[in-house]
């Protein structure tokens, strides 16, 4: 059954595997008439790319991205967008003797009751090299939303167990870290326990908090398409994800009523807005206006380098 | 836009407000051959029912399910399932004090921002009386995945900060305490929270947890249609669930890979298995063959007797 | 597999059978705030009513629409709009002859192959009152359309071999004669026609003309969801419909270039629009502005009174 | 909006317009473990060229097909086949002289209404170029059926007014001939009929016939997924064509139901098949057992050379 398809107005539809020739994406309903070119897309692939920092693995890929189709004169036609980026190392061989057994925490074995037989190089489909085409599709549609006033922030909130200092939030930080966390402070010890782990040849999860600001009020469907079911989808739909919240979600199983409730309140000018934003943005599947909040709980890779016991094929 | 729509092979569209004529659901794609008949999503429908125990609200509905096409001769004929319940009570003079401003934790001003006006009585579409049409598909698929072995348990794990006992889990439990709790003791712990809550006008949030036996190996397509992704958005667009996780879920973001992976083993026999299941059953969007475990993170409901501030339209 | 449900902004699911309770519709994404009453649709699901003219079969409804949800107030909220007619005659005695065979020209042995038995009383699922649903949904559309200056006209134009003839047309017949004929003397012969078919215990095919006016252009997408393409899955999906053609149609195939082709033209106030229009308003597969017109052509009904060979079960 | 997808069990997604740097298509939901090599799609890929034969215009292209992903080891691996096709002629300067104006017959003018500009190269999406993406999905589709035992069957009906006839059908020639008619008389006249149309700078449409066998009874949902929907559908998004029909098509609005029923029979050892065909193997949206029998009617390309009057930008 079809399922590399994800979106409504506007679709995207992702292809390719690790070790495969090429992994892209098809973007169709984009509107006409954004200027668009390959560096907007490469900017984001270059922060998606391992062994850009010191806290990921080590793999290099060059990971240019090309335009096939979508775009004339510097601007989207409003047809499909096509995007390509190639793999350089298809060296196959690396992965060979992993053909014949199922790695705990990967997908091998439920690859093999699925479809009979697997690629097997490096994950195949189930790669974290699929977000390629996640990661090209969300740079081209940022810049659509940012036109709207929309801006979406997100960064590592936490590593194994060190959490950034809100007080230390500093926005720059996310992109000069490399662990890509907001604070400084947070950023020095992760890399700590992440080295640690390196060393205990192991590897460790972490939580990324995603904040948007500038939606306006009334977005969402009230059912089965509220925002908050979306969103859900899309980021659980991402590898290594086992939890979603959104605003203080997790918490408000412990609350009361009246502690969760966020007070409306209008200022002189009419402007509508919310005392606080327990509920991350989103009442009844729609936006409310305040920011939206949401949360991804990773789990740590579970390609690690100590010897663990499994069974073969 | 539509969004009242759920599902690939087997779609269901509900329908219906609070305090309209009727809700109901069209279960489109469910095979031919099965028998049904309307007792067999009534008793879903009466545990469903607010006012059934003294945990939840005391509204009194009668919630008499009607089938009105696709079975025939007490077969499901393969064409469209349709099902009906009349809303018995629709004296909207209940609600006409609220129809003028927003009510904290509700989403009347969402509403007004989407659509321009709201049926305001009851919460209209986004009343939890909307989930009649969900409980009685589920009554219907659940017979059909019964005939599969699979077998889903749903069961209140925790209310404001009372937890279940796991030592204590007696299914039996679930169908026979007002909380829905496997646990007596919790339960009667529970009871006291939420009669100390409603004495101080306030409610309170709770956690649900999912238990689904059976499912084979395989399950889940690789990329956005994964398993785990496609139970969020169907989970998190239940009205008042603000976290979806599975398995070990946000704990994850903690561990250690070594502490996450999952060993397979094989018994003498061939069968594989997992010593242990921090998956939740669930590994690269595909059922893994272990259990799967997924928990719903509810808020508490907005609708309080104490005193609130909030704006007018 | 699902396959009730139509369209993608505004999506329509039907449910029901011939001789079950109801059938009905739920019409979902419709926009908020148009005024709509039960009568909106009555008019139209009289017109469509059998035994209203001499022309069709005398079987007697009463098919009164009733709105179950999706209107407050007299006007739509924006949430699904839920239409139900109730079926006042199962008698489903006077089909039980047919049960065990097999009509030729109906789809009673298709249904026993793809699910196992069915519904025989009169067609089930593939009666001429699955209609209901489409009729009344395009009752509201038409209304919202009419408010855009969007006209839909369709009428009869050919029975056997009786035409209109388009000098005489006068829209005004369409809802006076019993053919939904616009020429009155073509209507006559046509009576005759089926007179003398209903003499032979026969019956007789025919064509449908649809003309829209005010589309703009630019409407539709250019590749699968042309215009074009999407009118022909909705014509195409009504029983009986066996062929489906835009503007010249058929006719296009014995032409040359030189003859198909509409040349532009501009007015002084700068007003595009077509000499011609043999594209019948829809160039790759967009709208271009002028007139959308098509055709479906019908084969007689199936049912006829007399003896035909066939097999049973 | 998007609509470059169409299927859903398995769906194709197509990219790339005629002057842009590729072509190609995403087949997603294919079953996995099907032998495939670019063999398979070229040979089809081939025939589609212009150029090839002396009946069509031409334009020279290599176009081949390269597979990317979704192929491991010589068998289809069930994730998403995406398949590239390079343009190695992107001259746009061939084309610069139309962009200022609206060819009649061509959609440049709902292009510019559409999305406000257009890629005016070679009719950017709406090129014939555009195929690509869908003959190389038939290709692999068409290879799965085989497996199935179904053959799909399509050649030229006629050209102008020269048609085949029946008795000299041979399949042979539908490859062999130039205009793909399985009759070589007809292919003869029909060569000298675009002979003439070229030198009066001019061309001719026609229809093309498609016979599917071996399509078991019961495919096809009853509503609006009816087969013979869903086929039109595809055909009417083909640029070019006007007109679909099913069986006898046209001719049955001209029948009286006793011509047009088709008997059922039964032989000795139980099968079941109709003495006639009328209905082009559907009945009731369904397939029926009998061979299924399309034909769609083609225009003449809008592309002439003669001098034409129309306006500009």
Redesign the interface.
Known sequence: ???????????I?????SH?????V?I??FP??MDLCEEDIQAFLDRRKPGTSAATTSRKEDDLV?????V?EG?T??????L?VKNTSQRSSDYSEIAGY?R????D???D???????Y?GG???SGR?TIGRVASGAICSKLLGMMGIKVCAYTK?I??VEIDYSKFDAKNILATPTAMPDQEADKKAMELISK?RE?E??????IECRITGV???????????L???L??????I?AV?????????K???????????????DEIGT?SKKTNH??GI???????SDIILRA????????A?T????NR
């Open positions: 059954m079809s399922g590399s398809t994800f979106g409504k107005n506007i679709t539809t992702t292809w390719g595997e495969g020739k090429a992994l892209g098809v169709d309903g006409s008439g090309e335009i096939l189709s979508g004339f601007k036609t409003g047809t499909p967008i096509s390509m199922y705990p925490g990967h997908a074995y439920c690859f009751k699925k479809y009979g037989f697997r690629d190089r195949g489909r189930s699929e936490s194994g167990d782990c205990n192991d590897s460790i999860g972490g939580v306006p009020a009334g977005i969402g469907e009230p059912v089965f398409d509220k908050d079911a979306l859900s989808h899309a980021v659980m739909s590898g086992k939890a979603v919240e959104i605003g203080d979600g997790i408000v199983s412990r609350y009361c009523g009246s502690e969760n409730n966020d007070e409306f309140v209008i509508v509920s991350g009442l009844g599947g729609m936006s409310d206006g709980y990773v789990k740590p890779t579970p390609s690690i100590r663990q016991s499994t069974i």
